[in-house]
């Protein structure tokens, strides 16, 4: 049985994204270097908003940029995924 998650109010559910091991240039970054949790996800679901705050301004499928200690970290079926207040995130990627 697969499990839903429908975020409330102003969270949203996002996937995270790892870090890349390569950098544009080439250079490949160790792993020790990468060993902090992504700060960088996928965004999966998205609440509906208050009736004092409206719905954050992302879409499903776009890729956040977040604060380092907002997310609650999940795991449904084996797969991570964190769920945080659309006011940790920073920004979106184009």
Known sequence: ?????HPLGTNVIVKPVEA???TA??????ETASKEKPMRGEVMEIGPGTEDEKA???????????????????KIDGVE???????SLLAVEK
């Open 56 to 74: 954050p301004n992302v879409s499903k499928g776009d890729v956040v940029i977040f604060t380092k200690y907002a997310p609650t970290e999940i």
């Open 25 to 30: 240039s080439g250079i490949i970054i160790p």
């Open 20 to 22: 890349e091991t390569a």
């Open 81 to 87: 995924l964190y769920v945080l207040d659309f006011k």
């Open 1 to 5: 049985m697969t499990k839903t998650l």
